[in-house]
């Protein structure tokens, strides 16, 4: 596609519930990132794709959130046991490996209730 | 670890006037610095950047940005604002040493919101 495409564009969840958050990066992208911004925050950093493999998943807040990109393109990120506090818009970015701007897609906006 | 400080969360303008947002960083490695604009709805869409080179950088939408290595600050400004430059920006910096060419893990500042006076 022309853009990265992150679906759904919204969510609404319970408490409790698991979900997945879908990332479709530009074609030829190898490098993919997910970030989280909470309200009147900057984004924060949560993973890094390099290929298939996570090249640095630091930022995961916990064991809850999980992440995969099995053939190397598109990415999911799976939150189990959702709190209010995972509530947040979720971004998903990638880049051509070697160059240095990564481009965005518009997010997913998760809310727990 | 580095991290970033946008010292303004908001800054009104008059429209046509010219406007600086300011940006101060830290890390203990070389970094690679950005600026990126989120309007209302929309993703991140990157302004300008800074890798190496003429310590001012010159973006979209007429914005430019000086890099100050001894102040540790990349400061955005535009001589002269227009209505539709209203959202959010954010400065961010990336690690040199990253695998990825500089766009790995960027870290973010909180964020100033640019108000459009008319």
């Known amino acids: 596609g022309a853009g990265v495409s992150q679906t759904p564009s919204n969510k609404v969840t319970e408490k409790g519930k698991y979900v997945e958050l879908r990332c479709d990066p530009i074609s030829g992208h190898t490098a993919l990132y997910w970030y989280r911004q909470s309200l009147g925050q900057g984004p924060e950093f949560l993973i890094y794709?390099?290929?298939?493999?996570?090249?640095?998943d630091s930022g995961l807040p916990n064991d809850r959130f999980f992440a995969v990109r099995p053939e190397g393109s598109v990415s999911t990120l799976k939150i189990q046991r959702t709190e209010r506090g995972d509530s947040a818009v979720y971004l998903c970015?990638?880049?051509?490996?070697?160059?240095?701007?990564?481009?965005f897609g518009q997010g997913t906006r998760l809310t727990v209730v | 670890a580095q991290s970033v400080t946008q010292l303004d969360s908001q800054v009104p303008v008059f429209e046509e006037a010219p406007v600086e947002l300011r940006c101060n960083y830290s890390s203990s490695v070389s970094v690679y610095l950005f600026w990126y604009v989120q309007y209302p709805n929309q993703g991140l869409q990157l302004l300008l950047k800074?890798?190496?080179?003429?310590?001012l950088v010159k973006g979209i939408n007429g914005f430019e940005a000086e890099f100050n290595k001894s102040q540790t600050s990349f400061h955005l400004r535009k001589p002269s604002v227009h209505i539709s430059d209203t959202a959010e920006y954010f400065c961010a910096v990336s690690d040199q040493s990253g695998s990825g060419g500089g766009a790995d893990g960027l870290t973010f500042g909180k964020g100033t919101h640019l108000i459009i006076q008319p």
């Open positions: 794709f390099q290929g298939t493999g996570a090249a640095d």
């Open positions: 800074y890798l190496s080179g003429s310590t």
């Open positions: 970015a990638s880049s051509s490996r070697g160059h240095t701007e990564a481009f």
